[in-house]
């Protein structure tokens, strides 16, 4: 794995013009972010060496290294999601490969169902935390020192400074943004009213299915981590409605430009 991730970092080193220090992974269909980059080199993840390649629909697939305003950023078109097949160790890849590349922060967006009953569709919901319900945990298996810590703590997997700073962000810009717990399951069927019952009274308010084992790898790893989930649908009892694929991503188009502005503003 170690020589993997080497490997994988030496060859877009070779490809990039400066080291950034923010690393961003987008979720299904939110691009937008992406428009915003400038001075952009794009790589396809079809020919990184030992990337997956990406499959699901709304998902483009490559790194683009460039300027975010002024900031050099590293962001992620399209994430490896378990459900597709994926291991969890080719799912959190691109983060071991971040860290190698030099990046300290992690910013991370995501659509998700909102199971809080106060929250609306179209919400931006700032991650304050997490409850992991994959059913195999990125870190299984022989822990590599080099990486990071065999029992690493996850008290602050989101980090409160860069959540407070977001949140004086939206409220300057008149942004509504909502906090909450995100609870990260497999998919990729969406729930039926009584998993969406249950998640809320596990201590969800909202569910997806990505963004929690790249934070725990982050985490691992030594990374800053901030979330953003875009509530795209409402698993509250009374609210739910059939969900599809494309709603998710309409709803996440419409409010991209929020979020992309919060995550803009965040890493100056
Ligand atoms: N459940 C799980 N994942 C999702 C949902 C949902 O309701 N909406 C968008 N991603």
Redesign the pocket.
């Known amino acids: 794995m170690l020589l993997k991730i080497q490997e994988t970092a030496d060859f877009l080193l070779q490809r990039i013009p400066s080291k950034p220090k923010t690393g961003i992974i987008l979720g299904?269909g939110l691009g937008t972010l992406v428009t915003q980059i400038t001075d952009k080199t794009e790589i396809p993840y079809e020919i990184i060496p030992n990337f997956p390649v990406s499959t699901v629909e709304g998902h483009s697939g490559k790194l683009i290294f460039g300027k975010l305003g002024d900031v050099d950023v590293l962001a992620m078109q399209g994430r490896f999601h378990y459900y597709e097949g994926y291991d969890m160790k080719a799912v959190t890849f691109p983060v071991r490969v971040m860290k190698a590349l030099g990046i300290e922060t992690l910013l991370v967006s995501?659509?998700?169902?909102?199971v809080n009953p106060d929250f609306e569709i179209g919400d931006l919901m700032i991650i304050t935390d997490h409850i992991n319900l994959f059913p195999e945990h990125p870190l299984r298996g022989k822990n590599f020192n080099e990486l990071g810590t065999r029992f690493p703590d996850m008290s602050e997997a989101y980090s409160k400074e860069l959540i407070a700073k977001a949140k004086k962000i939206a409220a300057k810009n008149n942004i509504k943004v909502v906090e909450g717990v995100y609870v990260g399951?497999t998919?990729p069927t969406?729930?039926t009213p009584a998993e969406?019952r249950y998640f809320r009274a596990i201590g969800a308010d909202a569910?997806?299915?990505s963004t929690v084992p790249e934070v725990i790898v982050a985490n691992h790893a030594g990374l800053k981590c901030f979330g953003i989930s875009i509530i795209?649908?409402?698993?509250v009892p009374g609210k739910i409605v059939e969900?599809s694929h494309e709603e998710?991503q309409e709803i996440g188009n419409s409010v991209q430009p929020l979020m992309t502005l919060i995550m803009k503003e965040l890493i100056h």
């Open positions: 299904t995501n659509a998700s169902g909102g399951t998919g969406f729930e969406y569910v997806g299915m795209t649908d409402l698993g969900v998710v």
